[in-house]
């Protein structure tokens, strides 16, 4: 009596489904818990009010190198809440203005999809969050009411990168997404998690961010650990130098503030290099932010010897992290 022979498995169809269950599961995410920032922050309640309680916008030691800083702490209490608003205005604005490159991009990603993509559908779900996302950052600035630039006047060239790059290299702009939104997600939950008091226009607008942008980061992975393998072994290579200098550029692109911060408040030139880029404290956490990078890079095989030299060479090598987001007191220690 013979006995059947089950079918064997395609490992890229099995790869495939695994991969389009993952992207289900992400946008069904985006269906059942998502946000809209005019019905889910509360900005008229008095609290709100950007001059109720207006010691909150004082930096908040846990998660800026800035509000650590000597300089910063010998300040007095006026000028820290001075300091805290442009800061914290600003950042929000450079956060509306890379969420408006990765729209650009992903519109050109979405537009060249086949029928029956799963990127498809999640990838425009994903942008529909980073536009409420960009309502939520302009409203959060206009109610501060300081006309802050967000990126410097040379950074701010990269809008005219996102489509191109999307369309011609999508491994290297789904690499350029993970290098801006990992460090503001990081800082984002370092926040919320040590319970510092900061203004409740901020913890609304953080928390709706870390909420959603814990799908786009997923999702960003997701892509590179589908595609990145597809890859031949010259691109793979290429792939591999470029992933920490792209994490290195947007990522100083991102968390540095404009020269006009530094002019607006008089900030001495060697302070503006500890704090940034030169004291241990600095490197530290700039490199601590890309710890899941890291491991997502040795996953896929992005972690060769060269790019080791590469990632050590711009300051952001270090440990990877066990799972994603694993707090930096963890990942600290690992080190």
């Known amino acids: ?17 695994r991969y389009a269950e993952t992207l289900l599961l992400l946008s069904e995410g985006s269906v059942n818990k998502h946000f809209d920032p005019f019905a889910d922050i509360d900005w008229d309640n008095p609290d709100f009010a950007v001059d109720a309680g207006p010691e909150r916008w004082i930096l908040p030691v846990s998660a800026d190198t800035l509000a650590r800083h000597p300089w910063y702490q010998a300040l007095s209490t006026e000028r820290k809440i001075a300091v805290g608003k442009y800061r914290q205005a600003n950042i929000a604005k450079v956060g509306l ?6 729209i650009s991009g992903m519109i050109i990603h979405n537009f060249g999809l086949p029928n029956g993509s799963p990127e498809f559908r ?14 939520m950052f302009q409203e959060m600035v206009n109610r501060i009411g300081l006309d802050v630039p967000g990126m410097g006047p040379l950074v701010s060239k990269l809008k005219y990168l996102g489509a191109p790059v999307a369309a011609w290299f999508p491994n290297l702009f789904f690499m350029a997404v993970l290098a801006g939104e990992e460090p503001i997600d990081r800082i984002q939950k370092q926040i919320l998690r040590s319970g510092d008091e900061v203004h409740p226009i901020m913890r ?3 928390a709706i961010h870390v909420a959603e942008e814990a799908r786009h980061i ?10 990145v393998p597809q890859s031949n072994p010259t691109q793979k290579f290429i792939l591999s130098l470029a992933m920490p200098i792209v994490m290195w550029l947007l990522g ?24 940034f880029y030169e004291s241990p404290d600095a490197k530290q956490v700039f490199s601590d932010y890309y710890g899941d990078v890291r491991s997502l890079a040795k996953e896929i095989g992005l972690m060769n010897p060269i790019a080791k030299v590469v990632w050590k060479k711009l300051g952001i090598a270090g440990p990877i992290t066990r799972y994603r987001s ?4 963890v990942l600290s220690k690992a080190g």
């Not at 013979?2 to 489904?17: F, I, R």
């Not at 203005?97 to 990765?102: A, G, M, T, V, Y």
């Open 1 to 17: 009596m013979s006995t059947a022979v089950p079918p064997a498995v395609d490992p890229d169809l099995e790869k495939a489904q």
């Open 97 to 102: 203005q890379f969420e408006s490159i990765l």
């Open 122 to 135: 999640y990838c425009s779900h994903e942008m529909i969050e980073e536009h409420n996302h960009t309502l």
């Open 204 to 206: 609304g607008v953080m």
């Open 218 to 227: 997923s999702f960003a992975h997701e892509f590179l650990k589908n595609h």
């Open 252 to 275: 100083r692109a991102i968390v540095t503030p404009p020269r006009s911060f530094f002019t607006e408040f008089d900030i001495p030139k060697q302070v503006r290099k500890e704090l």
């Open 326 to 329: 694993e707090p930096l007191r």
